[in-house]
Nanobody, 116 residues
Framework: QVQVVESGGGLVQPGGSLRLACTAS???????TGWSRQAPGKQRELVAE???????RYGDSVKGRFNVSRDNTGNTVYLQMNSLRPEDTATYYC???????????WGQGTQVTVSS
């Protein structure tokens, strides 16, 4: 079955960096991968997206600080997060869609905590 796995989260001080990774298996996926996040009591928000031709887009709150990319095989998508702020604290999810149905899949997320 389809499995999406996010990894790389952790505790980091304000101003620090983390790199998240997303891998998927069990299906044939579109070229688009999205990263979103959800903090307690808040709605999930788009953080970044990479699509065909490595075109990218970012949420306004992370522009200039976060960078989404993929490895040469396209199998792993990364989210490089720099200049982290306490308000970046959230569970981060990676979203993949299968080519056949277009259904979206995401994993259990990875927790990012920015605190001194």
């Amino acid at each position: 079955q389809v499995q999406v796995v996010e990894s790389g989260g952790g505790l980091v001080q304000p101003g620090g960096s983390l790199r998240l990774a997303c891998t998927a298996s069990g299906g044939v996926f579109t070229t688009t991968t999205g990263w979103s996040r959800q903090a307690p009591g808040k709605q999930r928000e788009l953080v970044a997206e990479i699509t065909t031709g490595d075109r990218t887009r970012y949420g306004d709150s992370v522009k200039g600080r976060f960078n989404v990319s993929r490895d040469n095989t396209g199998n792993t998508v990364y989210l490089q997060m720099n200049s982290l702020r306490p308000e970046d604290t959230a569970t981060y999810y990676c979203t993949k869609r299968t080519r056949d149905s277009g259904r979206a899949y995401w994993g259990q997320g990875t927790q990012v905590t920015v605190s001194s």
